[in-house]
């Protein structure tokens, strides 16, 4: 037996770099070449409150800035932004969840956010991201809808002037206030020609029923200046159904699903593709099989009940069809052919967009894509980059760098 | 077959563990209850590194006789985590807890004199 010289690496839990916990995803972009074409990311995160900082200088209401920065001096006691309960990082199992404080970016000048974010986009072979918050996801169940609107015009306003302007490989759907159906219609009016903004963003979990009247005017700007919504599911333990629910997988599984099939059927049966035919719509994070579940129950029950949705001319699953999915986190059956036709119904070449989700815990790489064994080469390439590209009008462009 | 150095015996003190480059693989060596066990770094998931992660022992539900619910609690049993998304092994085989169809690739580690070696 030979006994050769071998490169022995010690495990320091003391330290932490993107770049070394994503090796192995460098490693899978560059057997892969991924270099070789564009990929965008359409669902991808910061930690926002790691800025709140900074956040909180943009907050306009001088009266709400003092009470939410005064209350952020104690965290974990009474606070004015909403949390949630639940144990996204498995008991310390997600590693990166903790560790990324120890993090060292270069002294460049650029944003910490941009840093990080940069190094685990090339680790994984993304050219462009969609960057989206953590925590504020559950600000739409904030009790004072004047807070979400506060807090949602800050990080926006913080997003683009300190993001977004500085880094052109990051954009963002931005975070619309949809309890307060007139700020939701300025944020659009306000940030919509903002450099890097490609859309804007409803956090699903939230208790506002998207055809009613007074969004429609925000609809009619969206789809005139062709950009498009999107809808990004999450969870709440306070939603009196998932109150039911006992562990974290439970309320997870169920509540990001949960909420998207709510505002799809609203969005669906009220006729929404029908009055606002040329309005891109994205449902994000939400995986991929509610979607094939709730084409066939809407099929089934509109041929019975057209007279409950007069407005729709064909059937529900025939609309769902013409709008767009983000991938993550994509299910992956035991039997592949189960897959396939998922990706049959909601017509994936075109359609479907990749997201990573990164950094959270269910993050998915762009090979759960490029792996597929149905999938041909050019429908790979769509879903990956070129479907995003042509819903975000990014230039398309390979700017990454694969360590 | 070849045999790649990992550590000095002393230098792998229980509780520690290395990641040895052997060629194109990449093995996690463990020292853990006077045993060495050694994996692929690869998990059979995304391929995240998956002998990287947290050593954390199996949760159990308590179900009394009478089959109620009783709480958690943690068993003998010893996993290590794959730290990209939480997939859990038995320290002891390399089993996948989700799945115990799929396992990590097992590794033969050998000890002369001083010298701990992994056979790949």
């Given at each position: 037996m030979d006994t050769v010289p071998s490169e022995v690496r010690k495990l320091n839990f003391d330290d932490y770099s993107t770049a070394k916990h994503l090796e192995h995803a460098a490693a899978q972009a560059r057997a892969r070449n991924f270099q070789d074409f564009l990929i965008v990311d359409v669902d991808a995160h910061h930690y926002e409150n790691e800025s709140y900082k900074e956040v909180f200088?943009?907050?306009?209401s001088p009266v709400i800035r003092h009470d939410v920065i005064d209350s952020s001096q104690?965290?974990?006691?009474?606070?004015?932004i909403n949390a949630s309960v639940g144990n996204q990082n498995l008991g310390g199992r997600i590693t990166r969840a903790n560790l990324r404080r120890l993090q060292k970016v270069p002294?460049?000048?650029?944003h910490r956010d941009i840093a990080m974010t940069l190094e685990w986009m090339d680790a994984m072979g993304v050219d462009y991201a969609c960057m989206f918050p953590t925590p504020m996801l559950?600000?739409?169940?904030?009790?004072q809808v004047e807070i979400e609107v506060a807090l949602c015009r800050a990080y926006n306003r913080w997003l683009c002037e300190r993001i977004l302007a500085v880094e052109p490989r990051l954009v963002s759907m931005l975070y619309i206030p949809f309890n307060d159906p007139e700020a939701a219609y300025k944020t659009v009016k306000d940030f919509?020609?903002?450099?890097?903004?490609v859309g804007f963003m409803v956090?699903?979990?939230?208790?506002?029923?998207?055809?009613?009247?007074?969004y429609m005017k925000t609809y009619a700007l969206l789809e005139e200046m062709g950009k498009p919504i999107s809808f990004h599911a999450a969870y709440s333990w306070e939603d009196r159904a998932l109150q039911?629910?006992?562990?974290f997988i439970s309320v997870h599984s169920l509540g990001f699903m949960w909420f998207n099939m709510i505002h799809m059927t609203n969005w669906v049966v009220n006729g929404l593709p029908e009055r606002f035919p040329k309005l891109k719509v994205l449902w994000i994070e939400s995986g991929l099989t509610w979607a094939y579940s709730l084409m066939q129950r809407l099929d089934h029950s509109y041929m019975m009940r057209t007279s409950d949705c007069?407005?729709?001319?064909?059937?529900?699953s025939e609309y769902m069809r013409e709008m767009y999915f983000s991938s993550q986190p994509m299910e992956k059956p035991d039997d592949p052919s189960i897959l396939e036709a998922t990706f049959r119904m909601i017509n994936a070449e075109t359609q479907l967009l990749w997201s990573s989700?990164?950094?959270?815990?269910d993050f998915d790489l762009p090979g759960v894509i490029y792996?597929?064994?149905?999938?041909?080469e050019t429908a790979k390439r769509n879903i990956l980059g070129a479907n995003a590209a042509r819903v975000f009008g990014l230039d398309a462009k390979v700017v990454k760098r694969i360590p | 077959m070849a045999e790649w150095f990992v550590a000095k015996a002393a230098e792998l003190p229980e509780g520690d563990r290395r990641i040895v480059v052997a060629g194109k693989d990449e093995v996690g060596v463990f020292h853990h209850g006077g045993a060495y066990y050694a994996y692929s770094n690869?998990?059979?998931?995304?391929?995240?590194?998956?002998?990287?992660g947290v050593l954390i022992n199996k949760v159990v539900d308590l179900i009394d006789?009478?089959?109620t619910y009783q709480g958690q609690t943690f068993s003998d049993e010893v996993h290590f985590v794959?730290?990209?998304?939480?997939?859990e092994f038995e320290?002891?085989?390399?089993?996948?807890?989700?799945?115990?169809r799929l396992k990590l690739k097992k590794y033969q580690v050998v000890r002369r004199g001083d010298d701990i070696y992994v056979v790949t």
């Open positions: 200088q943009y907050i306009e104690r965290p974990g006691r009474s606070a004015m002294a460049d000048g650029r559950f600000l739409g169940l904030h009790p919509g020609d903002c450099k890097g903004v956090t699903s979990p939230r208790y506002r029923p998207v055809h009613d009247n007074a039911m629910t006992n562990r007069p407005s729709l001319r064909r059937k529900p989700d990164y950094p959270h815990w792996d597929l064994p149905f999938l041909s | 690869y998990c059979v998931h995304s391929g995240g590194p998956a002998c990287e006789a009478d089959r794959c730290p990209w998304h939480g997939y320290l002891a085989t390399g089993r996948c807890v989700g799945d115990r």
